[in-house]
T-cell receptor, first 111, second 113 residues
Framework: DADVTQTPRNRITKTGKRIMLECSQT?????MYWYRQDPGLGLRLIYY???????NKGEISDGYSVSRQAQAKFSLSLESAIPNQTALYFC??????????FGSGTRLTVV | EDQVTQSPEALRLQEGESSSLNCSYT??????LFWYRQDPGKGPEFLFT???AGEEKEKERLKATLTKKESFLHITAPKPEDSATYLC??????????????FGKGTLLTVNP
């Protein structure tokens, strides 16, 4: 199994729909992150969590919410999707060496 | 605010033509500088961590170096399979338990056969 698994890999949804992106890990790390990546803008932090009870907003949290259901699971929700949320979304975990391990990403298209 | 600037935005090389990618950074105390490789549509893959000025790390055709203001990723005799986007990220020492990384926008490297 991969260290970080993201589902779905690809998703097309309509404007106004609620959608959830899921992330699970097998490494037992406490720190988990959600980023979005857009051409020309790089990776931008949406939310991060240091443990189940510690969730923090990143630089672009508006329009998003998260849930840390367990140490291994960290979900990102778009309450009412809009076209400018079309992007590649990555979940990452962080161990004691401070570097991230990324998932394979979810390509989200909002039409 | 931590800032990371990578240059050039894109670099096209011929196979075997060595070159360097630059990552300049501004951070209030560096805990670590990270290099990642990203292939299209995939998640970034870890390459190196550098912790202090003067440190160097090598892996196959890649060598990363660090000064107090910037890092270089040197690519020696590149091959087409080295084509990817290379990302640089920094982690600040300040901020208590905040370990998040700040990323640059990346350098898109294309190596032609």
């Amino acid at each position: 199994d991969a260290d970080v698994t993201q589902t779905p890999r690809n998703r097309i949804t309509k404007t106004g729909k609620r959608i959830m992106l899921e992330c699970s890990q097998t490494k037992g790390h406490d720190r988990m992150y959600w980023y979005r990546q857009d051409p020309g803008l790089g990776l931008r932090l949406i939310y991060y969590s240091f443990d189940v009870k510690d969730i923090n907003k990143g630089e672009i949290s508006d329009g998003y919410s998260v849930s840390r259901q367990a140490q291994a699971k960290f979900s990102l929700s778009l309450e009412s999707a809009i076209p400018n949320q079309t992007a590649l979304y990555f979940c990452a975990i962080q161990g004691t060496g401070y570097g991230y391990t990324f998932g394979s990403g979810t390509r989200l298209t909002v039409v | 605010e931590d800032q990371v600037t990578q240059s050039p935005e894109a670099l096209r090389l011929q196979e075997g033509e060595s070159s360097s990618l630059n990552c300049s950074y501004t951070v209030s105390g560096l805990r670590g500088l990270f290099w990642y490789r990203q292939d299209p549509g995939k998640g970034p893959e870890f390459l190196f961590t550098l912790y202090s000025a003067g440190e160097e790390k090598e892996k196959e055709r890649l060598k990363a170096t660090l000064t107090k203001k910037e890092s270089f990723l040197h690519i020696t005799a590149p091959k087409p399979e080295d084509s990817a986007t290379y990302l640089c990220a920094v982690q600040a020492r300040s901020g208590g338990s905040n370990y998040k990384l700040t990323f640059g926008k990346g350098t898109l490297l294309t190596v032609n056969p």
